[in-house]
């Protein structure tokens, strides 16, 4: 069965400091990958998406990156956070249409 | 216009008693699919149900089915005999387009937080 690991769980960050979450996936090859962003009380919102190593689409500008060294690895990067990126990280996969959670990394920038 | 529209921010229902929770969907599309997701308070998002544009029945899993209106576009889940374990966020989210298609992302709603009572 496939599974989806994300960490770190929780983070607690400076304003100006890098950043960098990892998502991996097991049991698939060649999964579409993707990075949301949660809001504190709000909804799902879609940053990054990959359909294989090498290839990012972005959704939404900001100084947020992704990356996908691996197959079923993807990263999310900052050079240096803002206040306004703290939120729940969420990193998914999708299969016959349907894209499944990880369990999430709490970021707070202070 | 907001595609995804869950009106019911927080909800109590009696344990052991059915509960529907609300969502209206905006899309010029003819392809789409809608889906239900659970957040308990640990905030992994949980898969629940799905509904194809096309589907001629609503959709079940277990205690989930989802009561699917197209000409009213509203896409409600309900959930039979509320247990505890069922109070967390709740969100509706709908993707554009056809089916597996990578760049078709999923839009969600607000969300609606169900409270089950003992």
């Known amino acids: 069965s496939q599974t989806i690991h994300q960490w770190p769980a929780t983070l607690v960050q400076p304003v100006g400091s890098p950043l960098s979450l990892e998502c991996t996936v097991e049991?698939?090859?060649?999964?579409?990958l993707y990075w949301y962003r949660q809001a504190a009380g709000r909804g799902l919102q879609l940053l990054f998406y990959?359909?294989?190593?090498?290839?990012i689409s972005s959704e939404v500008p900001q100084n947020l990156s992704a990356s996908r060294p691996q197959d079923r690895q993807f990263i999310l990067s900052s050079k240096k956070l803002l206040l306004s990126d703290s939120g729940f990280y969420l990193c998914?996969?999708?299969?016959?249409?349907?894209?499944?959670f990880g369990p999430g990394t709490r970021l707070t920038v202070l | 216009a907001q595609k995804i529209t869950q009106t019911q921010p927080g909800m109590f229902v009696q344990e052991k008693e059915a509960v529907t929770l609300d969502c209206t969907y905006d899309?010029?599309?003819?392809?789409?699919?809608l889906f239900w997701y659970k957040q308990p308070s640990s905030g992994e998002m949980i898969f629940l149900i799905y509904?194809?544009?096309?589907?001629?029945q609503n959709a079940t899993e277990g205690r989930y089915s989802l009561n699917f209106q197209k000409a009213r576009k509203s896409a409600n889940l309900v959930i039979s005999a509320s247990q505890l374990g069922d109070s967390a966020m709740y969100f509706c989210a709908m993707r554009e387009g056809p089916f597996n298609n990578a760049g078709n992302m999923l839009t969600f709603g607000g969300g609606t937080r169900l409270m089950v009572k003992p």
């Open positions: 990959s359909v294989g190593i090498g290839q």
């Open positions: 049991g698939t090859s060649n999964p579409n």
């Open positions: 509904q194809g544009s096309y589907d001629q």
């Open positions: 998914a996969w999708q299969n016959r249409g349907t894209q499944y």
């Open positions: 899309t010029s599309d003819p392809s789409y699919g």
